[in-house]
Antibody
Framework: EVKLQQSGDELVRPGASVKISCKAS????????MYWVKQSPGQGLEWIGT????????SYNQKFKGKATLTADKSSNTAYMELSRLTSEDSAVYYC?????????????WGQGVMVTVSS | DIQMTQSPPSLSASLGDKVTITCQTS??????IAWYQQKPGKAPRLLIG???RLVSGIPSRFSGSGSGRDYSFSISNVESEDIASYYC?????????FGGGTKLELK
């Protein structure tokens, strides 16, 4: 069974950073890319970036360059997203989702989401 | 980036109704569109890929069609468990982009 298990909800101070994990199981980690998606409260879905663990390549939505950093650990089948210099605008639910390495496949499995709350 | 214009933003239906949601894209996406269902507090769930391919285990009352820049998603015989928000996603071009969503409510 394919599963993407994300880390727990976070309460963080403005200006701080947070690192979210997404542990994959039930498939070969390097056969798929991992996408990260933001959902602000009551809002729609927004692509943040993608990492292809097979070749350690990342791509980012221009809006999130400098804000998000994606990494992957092939030894533990885990993808990570670090968000830096947090502000209230970063309070949202963040999802990881997998799709094929070479594009042209939809996001088929999603993590359960991590709610990040930025507050002093 | 490809813009996705999804409509309507909200929809009210009675049990047993047929409802249709549309997504118009800013350029041809060659049928690379998917449809997702999202319930409150849950992750989106893939229902349909490549315009009309129903994911295994998804009821046949869900369907999709379209080509070029115009796509639609329908639910025939709406059931109470279908009350949710629905999103389209284009994955023809990077970056992948989502429609704004449609909230389906019971009349």
């Amino acid at each position: 069974e394919v599963k993407l298990q994300q880390s727990g909800d976070e309460l963080v101070r403005p200006g701080a950073s947070v690192k979210i994990s997404c542990k994959a199981s039930g498939y070969t980690f390097t056969n798929y890319a991992m996408y990260w998606v933001k959902q602000s409260p009551g809002q729609g879905l927004e692509w943040i970036g993608t990492i292809i663990p097979l070749i350690d390549t990342t791509s980012y939505n221009q809006k999130f360059k400098g804000k998000a950093t994606l990494t992957a650990d092939k030894s533990s089948n885990t993808a990570y997203m670090e968000l830096s210099r947090l502000t209230s605008e970063d309070s949202a639910v963040y999802y990881c989702a997998r799709a094929g390495n070479y594009g042209y496949t939809p996001f088929d499995y999603w993590g359960q989401g991590v709610m990040v709350t930025v507050s002093s | 980036d490809i813009q996705m214009t999804q409509s309507p933003p909200s929809l009210s239906a009675s049990l047993g109704d047929k409802v249709t949601i549309t997504c118009q894209t800013s350029q041809n996406i060659n049928k690379y569109i998917a449809w997702y269902q999202q319930k409150p507090g849950k992750a989106p769930r893939l229902l349909i890929g490549f315009t009309s391919r129903l994911v295994s285990g998804i009821p046949s009352r869900f369907s999709g069609s379209g080509s070029g820049r115009d796509y639609s998603f329908s639910i025939s015989n709406v059931e109470s468990e279908d009350i949710a928000s629905y999103y389209c996603l284009q994955y023809d071009n990077s970056p992948p982009t989502f429609g704004g969503g449609t909230k389906l409510e019971l009349k």
